[in-house]
């Protein structure tokens, strides 16, 4: 009965974190997301279940059953979420800019550095740990990026499939990581916030002012109507819908070929990182449909971005506070565990601070503030989390710092795939031991393309600083 209608209670448990928020002025300025709360709410409500055995309707609140549920909707929201932000459409202005352009390179070498940086800490620690705990396998520090840089979704996905291969707890060890990774982006967030507001540098929004309005339009000129034989919002769904479908039949069928690189590792990888294949389906679903508009074969646009921002929205929330109920700590109550995840957890939330705060200073120097909350809010919770704290300095959006975030995004990903590879290669089949070959080649491979990812950097800032200067010059 309670895992039927576990949606319902995410759902309830979110409204009312949202009245809470509001209410409470230490929750309002914290910049701590509802989902955040709301999580946070209903993870209290299930220790508080479980250790007094409460029941309803003759059952227990907390199940596996209701566990399972919320693994699921985290893992599908996640997906959901990126398609949807994958099928938003660009003006082509934005999109060709020169300084777009720059800039997002310039994004996704922070983001991917900061993936590199945080693996190297996180498996650093896990190495050297594994040598006093046994309960902590050493490849286990790499589900820090995942759950610091891409959210509870990957954490909780790679921790599951690593408590398969015989890390006791990896599932919780990594939605643990994320949820330590939210507190960080708006405990870090809001300290630098009013540090920089003190000094002058930057000046935040009254808290009487109300929230910026989206540009987006429900209903723009050349769009299908709101609601003719078929609702506008149920073409956004079915678009979705069907980017999810084809997806998982790109997938699926990899899983069913009987080569034991193809079926053990590759298919696994690739069902974890389902949602940067969603998107890049999305984004040539995309093309196709501006392609055919164009062509004159579809004579309307399907797509309309302020819903795909509205299903997005939902989609992470429900994924944020999913992910945080699902945490069981009676799973986390071994010592090796909790000392990994302080270590781990401090370690790397005051390392991206700084190399995000380094990085962004260099690269968007006409905006160095509003890049650096925005980039790591996003790097250590989500990007919801940047752009919480980018509005509190910039609500109305005047920066590109958002618009670097978006587009940096996308250049991640290419730059990124080798860090997918390495996350789906560094356990060795479940080879839990330091004599491990994988451990060891992933770690080299982390430590080499950290240098290479910053040696490009600077290389670029040299080569756009010395086109700019040619070009002043003529």
Not at 141 to 151: D, Y
Not at 308 to 332: K, P, Q, T, Y
Not at 442 to 467: C, D, E, H, P, V
């Amino acid at each position: 009965m309670v895992n039927r209608l576990g949606i319902l209670i995410v759902l309830v448990i979110l409204l009312l974190s949202n009245v809470l928020r509001r209410a409470i002025p230490f929750l309002r300025k914290s910049l701590l997301p509802v989902a955040f709360i709301s999580g946070a709410i209903g993870l209290g409500l299930k220790i508080a279940f479980q250790f007094s055995e409460v029941a309803i309707t003759g059952l227990n609140v907390y199940t596996d059953g209701f566990k399972a549920m919320l693994q699921v909707i985290t893992y599908h929201s996640l997906a959901v979420g990126f398609i949807a932000l994958g099928l938003k459409t660009v003006s082509k202005e934005r999109a060709k800019s020169k300084e777009m352009g720059r800039d997002s390179v310039k994004g996704g070498i922070i983001i991917v550095g900061s993936y590199l940086l945080q693996a190297i800490i996180g498996v650093t620690a896990t190495i050297l740990l594994s040598l006093v705990f046994t309960s902590i396998v050493p490849y286990a520090g790499v589900i820090l990026p995942l759950g610091f840089g891409q959210g509870p979704g990957q954490a909780m996905t790679w921790g599951s499939n690593y408590e398969l291969l015989g890390f006791t707890g990896g599932t919780d060890f990594g939605i643990t990581i994320s949820t330590m990774g939210f507190l960080s982006a708006a405990v870090g967030g809001v300290i630098y916030l009013n540090y920089a507001a003190k000094k002058g540098y930057v000046k935040r929004r009254d808290e009487s002012e109300n929230a910026p309005q989206s540009d987006e339009l429900v209903e723009k000129h050349g769009e299908v109507p709101l609601s003719e034989s078929i609702d506008k919002l149920t073409i956004q769904v079915a678009l979705i819908a069907i980017v999810y479908l084809l997806t998982f039949a790109i997938i699926y069928p990899l899983s069913l070929i009987p080569v034991a690189f193809i079926k053990n590792t590759l298919a696994p990888l690739l069902f974890g990182f389902n949602f940067i294949i969603g998107t890049m389906i999305a984004m040539l679903v995309k093309k196709l449909l501006a392609a055919m508009q164009k062509k004159n074969v579809v004579k309307k646009q399907y797509i309309n971005n302020f819903m795909l921002e509205r299903i997005a929205g939902l989609a992470f929330d429900v994924m944020i506070i999913s992910s945080i109920m699902a945490i069981d700590i009676r799973n986390l109550a071994d010592t090796g565990l909790i000392v990994t995840l302080a270590i781990i957890c401090v370690i790397g939330a005051f390392a991206t601070f700084f190399y995000v705060k380094h990085m962004t200073s260099r690269a968007f120097p006409g905006y160095k503030h509003q890049g650096f909350v925005t980039f790591y809010g996003n790097l250590t919770g989500t990007a919801s989390d940047g752009i919480a704290l980018l509005r509190e300095i910039d609500p109305t959006f005047k920066t590109p710092s958002a618009d670097s975030l978006v587009y940096g995004s996308t250049v991640a990903i290419a730059l990124g795939f080798p860090v997918l590879l390495i996350v789906g290669y560094i356990h060795g089949g479940g080879n839990n031991t330091l004599a491990s070959i994988p451990l060891w080649v992933s770690y080299g491979i982390l430590i080499a393309y950290f240098i290479a990812i910053n040696l490009l950097f600077m290389f670029l800032l040299k080569r756009y600083k010395k086109k700019d200067e040619q070009a002043q010059t003529k």
